[in-house]
Nanobody, 127 residues
Framework: QLQLVESGGGLVQPGGSLSLSCVASGFSLNGYAIAWFRQAPGKEREGISAMTRSGHITDYAHSVQGRFTISRDNAKNTAYLAMNGLKPEDTAVYYC????????????????????WGQGTQVTVSS
């Protein structure tokens, strides 16, 4: 059974850093575009970063551009989101999502484009 499991969330002070992981089981991440989403309390889930199946092409939401870095290690069946310069407004549950694609260029920040999701990991930025 296809499963994605996020980890690495926690409580961090403003300006701090966290690194999230998304481990796939039951399938190989090879051939899958990956994205990270987040959902803050009372807000809709938003796409913040996405990458192609190779990881060579990446997209970022304006709100995280220059602070967050998405990456993957297909050999470890794992995707990552490195978060630096964290702000209180980054507080949210963070989710990874995957979509199989035949295209080496495909990636998306749209919720509707993904069928496979993890359970989420909480990130809280507070002093």
């Amino acid at each position: 059974q296809l499963q994605l499991v996020e980890s690495g969330g926690g409580l961090v002070q403003p300006g701090g850093s966290l690194s999230l992981s998304c481990v796939a089981s039951g399938f190989s991440l090879n051939g899958y575009a990956i994205a990270w989403f987040r959902q803050a309390p009372g807000k809709e889930r938003e796409g913040i970063s996405a990458m192609t199946r190779s990881g060579h092409i990446t997209d970022y939401a304006h709100s995280v551009q220059g602070r967050f870095t998405i990456s993957r290690d297909n050999a470890k069946n794992t995707a990552y989101l490195a978060m630096n310069g964290l702000k209180p407004e980054d507080t949210a549950v963070y989710y990874c999502a995957a979509r199989f694609t035949d295209s080496p260029f495909y990636r998306s920040l749209s919720i509707a484009d993904y069928e496979d999701w993890g359970q989420g990991t909480q990130v809280t930025v507070s002093s």
